[in-house]
């Protein structure tokens, strides 16, 4: 009897034990889920995960014609969409070795526009497959090569005339005759003016990367270097009669040339870099510099003041040649400034009004009556 009372003592015990094992441990479960969920109500609303959008890369196939004979070139495939006209010009290089990039000329069409290297061969594609028609643009230089070519020229040329070598002018009557003081002026402007074009050229203007055919760097030097041997002729010659109003006429006309050389000079630098909102999008504005005023009155300042400065190189040496080469030079830079004023009234027409293109107050009504076109155009 003594026996089973223990043994149902231990078993209940045995039963209490338990029970209170299973307490805390639901106590410990309780906590655990209490801790859980605050540290899930702190931390906010679940945020799913992104999904992975697994873009597919679409190709194009390039097939380039001879414009000329029609027949086919080459095939390029696996040509991707972001790729430019640049990078095809690269791997037509590399299918045919004998056409260099700058060579190359690509086109939609047959005598159509020649599309331009920074163009995206999807903004021109019509289709997966893309026909192109090559030309070939013959033999290429690089625009700064052009320009240090046409300015070094003159520079050298000149000074050889005004040393007076013995195989251009006669040595006794070289000897014979003393040089009058404006032959000095005349060398040191002209100096002036084709050192400040090369370091101009060198440091200031930001040239095109892009590449002009082998003639035009030909007709531009013949150009130059041809009428800078006439004018240096002339004026380095023993014979050279100096101006007719003597030295008032050469004092002004000097301080003319070296006004507009300044203002060539402050111009170029102002059209180099950007304005003060960081692009090139808006007209130039002038600034306290006095030399920028003239964009007050002219689209193209800077071709005002080159002709300036030839008009004063006129008036100090009284020569011919120079203006034959002032005038032909006037009829040039006209044309490209009423080219540079049409785009500029197509941008900037607020920036335009009552402005010329390159003679201040000359052209005013043709300038008006196209702003009136155009804003009859717009209403």
């Not at 002026?185 to 002009?212: D, N, P, Q």
């Not at 000097?254 to 059209?271: S, W």
Request: glycine share 4%.
């Amino acid at each position: 009897m003594f026996k089973r009372t223990n043994s149902l003592a231990s078993e209940r015990k045995r039963e209490l034990f338990s029970q209170g094992t299973k307490r805390s441990i639901l106590k410990n479960e309780m906590r655990n889920f209490h801790s859980l969920s605050q540290l899930v109500i702190s931390a906010g609303p679940l945020k799913s995960m992104p999904a992975v959008k697994h873009l597919k890369t679409s190709y194009f196939e390039i097939e380039i014609f001879d414009a000329q004979t029609r027949k086919q070139i080459c095939i390029m495939d696996k040509v991707m969409q972001t790729s430019t006209i640049h990078d095809v010009k690269q791997k037509f290089h590399k299918a045919c070795p004998k056409w260099y990039p700058s060579r190359v000329g690509l086109q939609l069409e047959c005598g159509g526009p020649f599309l331009k290297d920074y163009i995206t061969i999807q903004s021109v594609a019509p289709s997966s497959i893309i026909t192109l028609y090559f030309t070939d643009l013959g033999q290429q230089v690089c625009w700064t090569t052009v320009f240090l070519a046409e300015y070094t020229g003159p520079l050298l040329i000149y000074l050889l005339f005004y040393l007076r070598m013995p195989y251009i002018y006669d040595v006794k009557e070289s000897s014979r005759r003393l040089r009058h003081p404006v032959v000095h002026l005349a060398c040191f402007c002209h100096c002036i003016h084709y050192v400040r074009h090369l370091l101009e050229t060198l440091f200031v203007h930001k040239v095109s990367s892009g590449h002009t055919p082998l003639k035009n760097l030909i007709k531009g030097c013949a150009f130059y270097w041809g009428f800078t041997s006439w004018i240096a002729y002339y004026i380095n010659h023993p014979r050279y009669t100096p101006p007719s109003f003597g030295n008032r006429q050469v004092t002004l006309s000097t301080i003319n040339f070296l006004i507009c050389e300044a203002g060539n000079h402050f111009i170029n630098v102002m059209l180099s870099h950007p304005n003060h909102t960081g692009t090139n999008a808006c007209f130039p504005s002038p600034n306290y510099n006095p030399f920028t005023w003239m964009f007050f009155l002219v689209s193209c300042p800077n071709y005002t003041y080159e002709i300036g400065s030839w008009i004063s190189f006129t008036v100090m040496t009284q020569t011919l040649p120079v203006g034959i080469f002032t005038l032909l030079m006037s009829i040039q830079m006209s044309l490209w400034a009423q080219k540079k004023h049409k785009v500029y009234l197509k941008k900037f027409n607020s920036y335009m009004y009552r402005k010329s293109a390159m003679i201040p107050f000359i052209l005013l009504e043709h300038v008006c009556c196209v702003s009136a076109c155009e804003y009859a155009h717009i209403f």
